[in-house]
């Protein structure tokens, strides 16, 4: 007999940019895949995590990549991480919000058209950085500039009834030991906080789908 949707392992579809595919840490030091680890800690029956994403995409190029990709759904869980790119860019937040609402919708879709197994990630703040020091950049402007950018993706979140979770916060706590040698992207152990903040999502997303 097939099994029920509950007894096979759970998918996990991540997508995004650096963010998400974990530019300069190891493939299993990335968050998504910390995230699955931890899931299986806490015996939750889940699948490796599937990655659409690359170091540089902004919102558009997200989407066409999601279509090159092919992915197939259903999921039982979906992240989404995009838009510092946007930012540093020059993109307006008004772009930012028009890109970011087809994104979520695709997000929902891919998890069966149920927002609740969407978890939506904040935009972590550059600006804090030596990279963003070394290269004079007004840090206070881009701070602000992620705030804004968060707030759109945090509205369209709960909008939606789908999950929004804050790594901003531990991105501005953030020391260069929790950085990789580029003196931008996290290491593994800031990845390990954010994953601290996603787990009790994730995981009550699971537990629901189990019972």
Sequence with gaps: MPQSASARPARFLAIGDSYTIGEGVAAGSRWPDQLVARLHE?????????????????????????????????YALVSLLIGVNNQYRGRSP????????????????????????????????????????????DRAAVSAAIDRFNAI?????????????????????????????????????QYALWVDRVLPVAAAILAARET
């Design 42 to 74: 806490a015996g939750m029956a889940i699948g490796a995590a599937e990655i659409i994403a690359t170091t540089g995409w902004t919102t558009d190029e997200l989407l066409a990549g999601i279509e090159a990709a092919g992915p197939k759904p259903p």
């Design 94 to 137: 008004e772009n930012y919000g028009e890109e970011f609402a087809v994104l979520l919708e695709r997000a929902i879709g891919m998890a069966d058209g149920e927002a609740r197994r969407v978890i939506v990630l904040s935009i972590p703040d550059w600006g804090v950085t030596p990279f963003a020091a070394e290269r004079g950049t």
């Design 153 to 189: 993706n945090r509205e369209q979140a709960a909008s939606r009834g789908a999950h929004w979770v804050d790594v901003t916060g531990p991105s501005r706590e953030a020391g260069r030991s929790l950085l990789v040698e580029d003196g931008l992207h996290p290491s593994a152990a």
